[in-house]
């Protein structure tokens, strides 16, 4: 464990694997942008690292990641940091628009991207919640095993707003299921998820890590250049597939619709936090 790594986010190596944890239980592993820096960090060290080949992302707890933080008491999106993915001025001090679409080019949008670029293989290992703004971490990365209690979901069409900042839902599963993902808010399973191609292995919540870590380990065997280059090679076809120009397009009307809710309704969010969110959950469960 290194004693640098701050403690919403855990770092630490076995061999030529780095294992990133994201650190808020307690949360459900929501991110703050705390987290996002500190996942940032955690990153740029593993790819810095030449005895590094693979690096697993990983949420400490029962659940991966619940989303973005959106009503914790270290809720921080008010907080200047310094830039890391995008050249851009400051959000904090400014108004509206300028001050959403600054933020969520750097925290959301940009740092996904940039995680997804690095160049080395990462794996997301998911159990439990991967919801919203845990959803762009896994996808993010370049592919997902799941224990069998994990689900998926984003619900944000909840809050008007046509899925999280970091798009990929029509890529990674097709266009008819990325539509009822979003149109009905439900929690994909982690067998559905699977079988729609989002994850690529589903095992038991015990066996998770050592499957996981197995893979790592077979991973690390390769040539260093090689998964460098096969990653690029992927990434690249999957950008000529529309990925990269799709996520730019769809970016806009993310904005367009929380600057709706912001002349309509209370906030940008329309006036849904963690909790709102969740009875709006239970109230649509009911209804059908
Ligand atoms: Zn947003």
């Given amino acids: 464990m290194s004693d640098q790594a701050p403690e919403v986010v855990t770092y630490e190596t076995r061999g030529p694997v780095a294992v990133v944890t994201l650190n808020r239980p307690r949360y459900r592993n929501a ?6 820096y500190a996942l940032d960090a955690a990153v740029v060290k593993a790819v810095n ?72 293989p990462m794996i997301a290992m998911v159990q439990g919640a991967c919801v919203a703004g845990g959803l762009m971490l896994a996808w993010a990365c370049d592919f997902i095993v799941a224990a069998d209690d994990a689900f998926f979901a984003d619900p944000v069409v909840r809050m008007g707003i046509p899925g999280v900042e970091y798009f990929a839902h029509p890529w990674v599963m097709n266009p008819r299921a990325a539509k009822e993902f979003l149109y009905t808010a439900d929690r994909f399973t982690a067998d559905r998820a699977r079988e729609l191609g989002m994850v690529n292995h589903v095992v038991p919540r015990a066996d998770l890590e050592q499957t996981v870590m197995d893979m790592a380990q077979r991973i690390s065997a390769m040539p260093r250049l090689g998964l460098t280059l096969t990653k690029k090679a992927i990434n690249q076809a999957e950008d000529l597939m529309g990925l990269r120009a799709g996520m730019d397009s769809v970016f806009g009307l993310h ?6 809710n912001a002349e ?6 329309a006036g849904l936090d963690a909790r709102g969110m969740a009875a709006a959950a239970k109230q649509s469960a009911g209804a059908v």
């Fill in 255 to 260: 904005h367009a619709a929380h600057a709706h």
């Fill in 49 to 120: 690292d030449d005895e590094i080949k693979v690096i697993v992302l990983a949420g400490a707890g029962d659940h991966f990641c619940a989303g973005h933080d959106i009503g914790t008491p270290e809720r921080d999106i008010d907080e200047s940091f310094e830039r890391k993915a995008v050249i851009w001025y400051d959000h904090v001090g400014k108004q509206g628009v300028d001050s959403r679409f600054a933020r969520e080019s750097e925290v959301y949008l940009g740092m996904c991207r940039r995680w997804r670029e690095i160049p080395k």
């Fill in 31 to 36: 991110q703050n942008s705390k987290v996002t």
């Fill in 264 to 269: 309509v309704n209370v906030d940008s969010l």
